[in-house]
């Protein structure tokens, strides 16, 4: 609730990303708040008003995704929608605005991000979510303490430029700040 609140704000793309773990790691509990009371919960605060606010937030998480039918796979019908608001403004970086720094790094992240789609045999997702997917990997990697090869690490590289630059203008775009001329 705490972190999620705070990446929400500050990057939409680590939002995303962490909230795909949250997913995960519900799944990994099984939705037994019993597991993820002393894994996920009581690590964020001592407080117990906190805690208990966190366990409330983790409750209604859960919920929402029993509702939506994704025990076992699958994500949140809010975290697609912002998927889909990342995906508009990456076509209207590269096709209204013509924003040229992001078209920059989308240019250098294409090679990447074709061949992590071939890989991944992902070819109906779209850029966007194949960067993000890509990013989730290199968590997941991560937690696995596997070694990452210097190519894969360049093309995640290319996916983390992609992402940091989009969550920068969808935050700029929700703040009202973004205009085509800040590019």
Known sequence: MLIASSKYEENIA???LYMWHLEDMIRACKFSIELIRPNLIEPQSKDPQVLQKIEDWYLDFMKKMRQEGIEEKGHLGELNDILIELLYL???????????????????AQPAIKEFSSKANSSALNPVEVCLNGQYAKL???????????????AFAHFRKVLAYLALRYKEMKT???TAMSN
Do not use: R
């Not at 990456?90 to 250098?108: M, R």
């Not at 990452?148 to 690490?153: L, M, N």
């Open 14 to 16: 680590e939002y995303i």
């Open 90 to 108: 990456h076509n209207s970086l590269l096709n209204i605005t013509k924003d040229k720094t992001y078209e920059k790094l989308f240019l250098e």
């Open 140 to 154: 997941l990697l991560k937690i696995q303490k596997k070694n990452i090869s210097p190519g894969t690490e360049e």
């Open 176 to 178: 009202g700040v973004y």
